[in-house]
């Protein structure tokens, strides 16, 4: 007779309130800034540009629904981590771990805390300026490594959000809940100050270029990438309250309100800004703050990008710690990463290992370029999971379901259609990147036999 475990496990800390602002808060982050700039330009109207915001919108509902249905009937540590064991064996599994721990999850951490240092430097300008220069050729093009100030920032950062979720869910959880609603706060009224005081811009009679199809799926490409992060809560899904019925509110509820802000937020800037003047404006919600209020309305912009930036980056380093983790508890991953901190209850092992791998990518530089690389091959692992709603009724049609996906089996099919565009438009947009993705994830595969040979298995808490 086995003797029950006596490691410590995960505590579930997380409510309602957190659980929702994971999902909001790690999905809005400076995109909602930055990202209709591209959308016009490829599009050409306005009125095109609503439409795509709403089909991604639509396809990202469609996976949370999908999720939702997974994220209740198996409310494990690791989300896709655990849905893509169950539907198709643990190699699925791992290479979706794999892929998040040392490009994606990791690109992300190191993206959105370069973000942070840049919109920074509006305010401080020598947080730009190069300390040190290493005379390797690792730098763009081959060039020098150069080390600047803001690097140093964004690597505190990340070693404090690091700490505050070490030391336990319940506080990474409280300041995710309270930095997303200060971050929604501050949103909002930008939205009411384009809304309600911007003065509507002059009548435009043409549009920007002519409507493609190719125009058209890469401005969903950009939406779906602004729309990308509702999926992190299922990580954390072993120490949400009440998993069954949190869960699927949570990813329901956030991502419709995600839609809600976009679709408002892009109806302040057209309505301020004329579409050339989107078109041709890297930073419209500066822009357009900028025609209201000046050079205070930029600057609040500024604000309000960091306090964004800051929420995802606090939520990655939550939900993300916890897929190599689960992957390490069941052998298929470095032990030191599965370990639980007998005090904290918290994922000790993966956050260190997550967030020290994130610094030195910041360093690096090269955490744009890395990211690109798994666009591609994630984007096939979400199809799946998506898909796996569907294997799974069939493989283990005795599973209980708390939550059955509405629609289904269309709503599940329609996201596995949406990750198909994606992936497709990737493929032949970055071709050499999508292949080299491909490649990163393959070079896992010697570690997950070697872990499959030798692991003792040990269950996610």
């Not at 969903?220 to 072993?238: E, F, I, Q, R």
């Not at 404006?281 to 306090?307: F, K, Q, W």
């Not at 798994?374 to 999971?385: E, K, Q, R």
């Amino acid at each position: 007779m086995s003797q029950p475990s006596t490691e410590p496990e995960l505590k579930r800390d997380l409510g309602m309130g957190p659980a929702v602002s994971i999902v909001v808060g790690t999905v809005i982050g400076s995109g909602i800034f930055l990202v209709p700039q591209s959308m016009i330009q490829r599009v050409g109207s306005v009125e095109m540009v609503f439409a795509v915001w709403i089909v991604g919108g639509l396809l990202s509902l469609a996976g949370a629904l999908s999720y939702a249905e997974l994220a209740a009937a198996l409310p494990e540590a690791g989300g896709e981590y655990v849905y893509l064991r169950e539907a198709y064996g643990p190699l699925w599994g791992f290479l979706y771990s794999w892929t998040q721990m040392w490009v994606a999850k990791s690109g992300s951490i190191a993206t959105l805390a370069t973000g942070f240092f840049l919109y920074l430097a509006n305010f401080f300008p020598r947080l730009e300026t190069v300390f040190y220069t290493t005379p390797l050729p690792l730098g763009p093009n081959g060039g020098p490594l150069e080390f600047r100030y803001g690097q140093l920032l964004a690597i505190s950062l990340i070693l404090s959000l690091a700490w505050l979720n070490y030391y336990g869910v319940k506080l990474g959880g409280t300041v995710q809940a309270a930095v997303t609603a200060l971050k929604v706060g501050l949103i909002a009224l930008i939205i009411v100050a384009g809304l309600g005081f911007g003065r509507p811009h002059a009548a435009q009679a043409a549009g920007i270029a002519p409507l493609t199809f190719a125009g058209f799926i890469a401005a969903l490409v950009a939406a779906l990438w602004a729309y990308d992060g509702w999926n992190n809560v299922s990580m954390v899904a072993s120490e949400v309250r009440n998993p069954q019925r949190n869960l699927p509110l949570a990813l329901i509820g956030g991502t419709l309100s995600v839609i809600a802000i976009y679709l408002l937020a892009n109806g302040a800037y057209f309505r301020v800004l004329a579409a050339g003047e989107v078109a041709g404006s890297p930073r419209v919600a500066a822009d357009m703050m900028g025609r209201i209020l000046n050079g205070a309305g930029a600057n609040a912009v500024s604000i309000a990008a960091m306090i964004s930036i800051f929420a995802a980056l606090n939520g990655s380093i939550l939900s993300g710690s916890r897929v190599p983790y689960a992957a390490a508890r069941e052998g298929y991953f470095f032990a030191a990463v599965g370990t639980v901190n007998s005090r904290h209850r918290t994922p000790g092992g993966s956050i260190v290992g997550l967030s020290l791998w994130s610094c030195l990518l910041v360093l690096s530089g090269k955490y744009d370029d890395l990211f690109n690389l798994v666009i591609f091959a994630s984007w096939i692992l979400y199809g799946m999971t998506a898909a796996a709603v569907v294997v799974l009724r069939i493989k283990k049609p005795a599973l209980p379901r708390p939550y059955r996906t509405l629609g289904y089996p269309v709503v599940p099919l329609l996201f596995v259609l949406g990750a198909a565009v994606l992936v497709v438009s990737t493929l032949f947009d970055r071709r050499r990147e999508s292949l080299m993705g491909v490649g990163l994830m393959v070079a896992g595969l010697p570690f997950y036999f070697h872990w499959k040979k030798s692991r003792v298995r040990s269950p996610i808490p």
